[in-house]
C-alpha cells in the first residue's frame, strides 16, 4: 500500500557540472516553502562547506554503523566516496507538510522512488559534452584526471535520464531555474496538495 504524505519530495540529480546545486540553491533562495535535506557523505569538505549545513561529514565507521542501522533512506558509492540520506529525516518533516529538495545521484532517487511514490524526480542535463567539460574546469575544485573520471561517469549517469519525471537543460541558467519553480509550482497544484492547502475552499465547496 503507498503512503501518502503531506508534504512533497523533489528529487534532483545530474552529471558532476550541470549545475544542479547552484540551480537548487537558487530555488530556496526564492522559495522558502522548500528545504534543503543535509545528507551524510564521507568525503572531506570542499571550500566554504560546513558541517551540517552543506552535508554532515563522517568517517567510514560512523557510516558504516548508520548502514548497519539501517537508517538511511538511499546511500550510494560516488566518485570514491559515500552519501546517505538520513530516513527519519526525510519522514519527518515531509509528515509535518514541509516540501523536501534532495540532492543525490541517480542511484540515490531511483532508490527513493522505490520508497517513495509520490516523489518528484527531476534530472538536469547540461547542452552538450563541451560545456560540462568547461564547467568543471572552471570550478577549479578538481584535476585533470578527476575531471575525466566525471566525464566518463557523466555518460552513465544520464544514461538513466528516462527513469526521472522531467529532465531540465541547463543551458540558460535563468530558464532553468524558471523550468524548476515550474515543477515545483506545478506540483503543489494537485488536486492532494491543493485539498491539504486549500481546505476550507474545498469545505465550502463541498468536495471531498
Given at each position: 500500500?503507498?503512503?501518502?504524505?503531506?508534504?512533497?519530495?523533489?528529487?534532483?540529480?545530474?552529471?558532476?557540472?550541470?549545475?544542479?546545486?547552484?540551480?537548487?540553491?537558487?530555488?530556496?533562495?526564492?522559495?522558502?516553502?522548500?528545504?534543503?535535506?543535509?545528507?551524510?557523505?564521507?568525503?572531506?569538505p570542499r571550500?566554504?562547506?560546513?558541517?551540517?549545513?552543506?552535508?554532515?561529514?563522517?568517517?567510514?565507521?560512523?557510516?558504516?554503523?548508520?548502514?548497519?542501522?539501517?537508517?538511511?533512506?538511499?546511500?550510494?558509492?560516488?566518485?570514491?566516496?559515500?552519501?546517505?540520506?538520513?530516513k527519519a529525516?526525510?519522514?519527518?518533516?515531509?509528515?509535518?507538510?514541509?516540501?523536501?529538495?534532495?540532492?543525490?545521484?541517480?542511484?540515490?532517487?531511483?532508490?527513493?522512488?522505490?520508497?517513495?511514490?509520490?516523489?518528484?524526480?527531476?534530472?538536469?542535463?547540461?547542452?552538450?559534452?563541451?560545456?560540462?567539460?568547461?564547467?568543471?574546469?572552471?570550478?577549479?575544485?578538481?584535476?585533470?584526471?578527476?575531471?575525466?573520471?566525471?566525464?566518463?561517469?557523466?555518460?552513465?549517469?544520464?544514461?538513466?535520464?528516462?527513469?526521472?519525471?522531467?529532465?531540465?537543460?541547463?543551458?540558460?541558467?535563468?530558464?532553468?531555474?524558471?523550468?524548476?519553480?515550474?515543477?515545483?509550482?506545478?506540483?503543489?497544484?494537485?488536486?492532494?496538495?491543493?485539498?491539504?492547502?486549500?481546505?476550507?475552499?474545498?469545505?465550502?465547496?463541498?468536495?471531498?
Amino acid at each position: 500500500m503507498m503512503t501518502t504524505y503531506p508534504g512533497n519530495l523533489y528529487v534532483v540529480a545530474a552529471p558532476s557540472g550541470a549545475g544542479k546545486s547552484s540551480l537548487v540553491k537558487a530555488l530556496m533562495e526564492l522559495d522558502a516553502g522548500v528545504q534543503p535535506s543535509v545528507s551524510h557523505t564521507t568525503r572531506a569538505p570542499r571550500g566554504q562547506e560546513f558541517h551540517g549545513r552543506e552535508y554532515f561529514f563522517i568517517d567510514d565507521a560512523q557510516f558504516d554503523a548508520m548502514v548497519a542501522q539501517q537508517a538511511f533512506l538511499e546511500w550510494a558509492h560516488v566518485h570514491g566516496n559515500r552519501y546517505g540520506t538520513s530516513k527519519a529525516t526525510i519522514e519527518e518533516r515531509i509528515a509535518q507538510g514541509m516540501d523536501v529538495i534532495l540532492e543525490i545521484d541517480f542511484q540515490g532517487a531511483i532508490q527513493i522512488k522505490r520508497l517513495f511514490a509520490n516523489a518528484v524526480l527531476i534530472f538536469i542535463l547540461p547542452p552538450s559534452w563541451d560545456e560540462l567539460r568547461a564547467r568543471l574546469q572552471r570550478r577549479g575544485e578538481d584535476t585533470a584526471e578527476v575531471i575525466e573520471v566525471r566525464l566518463a561517469n557523466a555518460a552513465t549517469e544520464m544514461a538513466q535520464a528516462h527513469e526521472f519525471d522531467f529532465v531540465i537543460i541547463n543551458q540558460l541558467f535563468d530558464k532553468a531555474l524558471f523550468d524548476l519553480k515550474a515543477i515545483v509550482h506545478a506540483q503543489r497544484l494537485k488536486y492532494a496538495s491543493q485539498r491539504r492547502i486549500r481546505s476550507d475552499i474545498f469545505q465550502a465547496l463541498k468536495i471531498n
